[in-house]
Each structure stands twice: as C-alpha cells, then as structure tokens.
C-alpha cells in the first residue's frame, strides 16, 4: 500500500498535515479502532474516525491532562512499557523519538503492540537536515534560547513545555528507520520531507532564515548531497503492519 502524492519541495507544515489526514481518512479502519498516541503531548495532530478509543502514553503527567481528546491515559516511558500485543490499529509518535535516548526499544514495542494492516504513524526531526544536526550537537540552552527569542515563547523549557532535551539517534536517520521497520514487517505506506521550520522563522526574523538557507545548500554541496539541503527537516512516515495471514494465503496460490 503506497499512497502517492504530487512531487513538490518543499512542502509545508500545514500542506503535510492535510496530505496525512487523507492518506489516514482512506484507511480502512475497523468499526472501533484503538488509537495510541504515544508521548501524547497536549495536542493531536491528526483526526481518528469518530469512533475511535483514544489512548495516551506520557512520562508527564501533565502533558497527559493537557490532552483532553483521550478516553484513557497512561503513566510510563514508551521505551519501556509492555502493551499487549496486537492492542491498536494505529500508532502515532509525533516530535518524541527525537528525545529517547534508545529510540529503537520504543520502536520494537510500537511493532509488537499493533495490529495487522494497522498504522505506525511517525513524525520526526531529519537528521541528515542542517536543523537535525545543529539539534542533535548544540547545547539544550541555546534550543531554550531560541524558542523564547525567536519563537516569542517565554514558557519554553518550563512546566514541561517544549523544548525538550533532545538525542536524534543516528539510528533515526531516514534510510535507517525505514530499513529497521521493514526488518520487524512493516512496510512503508507514505513517506514525505517537509519543512516546520521556516515559515514559522520566516514571520518573525528574515535574516535567519537566509542565513539558514544558505548553510543549508553549502553543507548539500560540501557533502555531494548526503547533508543539508533546504525543504527537508522533517520526516513523515506511515508504516503499515503487512496481513500476515494475507501474506500466507497469497503464497499458498502462488504455490
């Protein structure tokens, strides 16, 4: 199941989010799916059908408060907790992976916890992107710094607001996540980079975001493409739990 989409860099947060929401409207969902999200924040960044059981997992309790579109809220750490298998038809993990130090024991519980032809929905920092690799290796005061001079959020870094201490594990890099998700049966339904950063840096300081933009094409040349670029600082991707049944089925035919 690939889901295809026009070709356009680069892409905006809001045209990424209207292209998901499509793509999870055109799921064919059971009549009450249950829906994790995991590190919930306090706000969901996609629409579940109507009928849906809305579970969130946080460390914060007050993150969980926050989000008041859930029917039921857990306490714990995603790298550790142990759902029961096959418990939800989809997953969403938005802007936390970033912030575990293993991101992938938290992976293999998002496998093992979903159901098949269900939904492992991530959304992530790219770090072959300049803004993913001056994440990963500056300093967590200068992100606080910028947040609240930048962004104008004088709450940031306090009371559990964003930012929050951030790892980026290589282990998160496109190919890698792709490639290790596929090693545990899942295949890759949509797949888009986008940019959250400028638009919003845009609107507030126009010499950071020139100064960003030509960084980010220099460090594109120095590296002959492998790093940098601009249009390309977040990821999204949809993985899809394959049927195995089905998969078996169709083995036996071919057969």
Not at 196 to 212: A, G, N
């Amino acid at each position: 199941m690939l889901y295809a989409a026009p070709d356009k860099l680069p892409m905006t947060r809001q045209e990424i989010l209207s292209e998901l929401q499509r793509f999870v409207d055109c799921h064919p969902f059971p009549d009450r799916p249950v829906i994790l999200e995991a590190g919930c924040g306090s706000r969901s960044h996609v629409a579940f059908p109507a009928a849906s059981r809305m579970v969130g997992i946080d460390i914060s309790e007050k993150q969980l408060v926050r989000n008041d579109a859930l029917q039921e809220r857990i306490m714990g750490d995603i790298q550790d907790y142990d759902f029961a298998p096959g418990s939800f038809d989809a997953i969403i993990c938005w802007d936390v992976l970033e912030h575990l130090k293993e991101p992938t024991r938290a992976l293999d519980r998002f496998f093992d916890a979903i159901r098949a032809n269900g939904l492992v929905i991530l959304g992530l920092p790219n770090i072959l992107s300049l803004w993913g690799l001056t994440t990963k290796y500056s300093p967590y005061w200068l992100h606080v710094w910028f947040y609240r001079k930048v962004f104008k959020k004088q709450e940031a870094g306090r009371d559990d607001n964003p930012p929050f201490l951030t790892y980026l594990r290589w282990s998160l890099a496109p190919g890698a996540l792709q490639c290790y998700a596929q090693g545990r049966g899942l295949s890759v339904a949509l797949y888009r980079q986008y940019d959250p950063l400028l638009p919003s840096v845009q609107r507030r300081k126009k010499w950071i975001t020139r100064l960003y933009v030509i960084l980010a094409r220099t460090l594109r040349l120095l590296t002959l493409g492998r790093l940098g670029g601009t249009g390309n600082s977040g990821l999204i991707l949809v993985l899809h739990k394959n049927n195995m049944e089905q998969n078996d089925n169709e083995h036996d035919n071919i057969s």
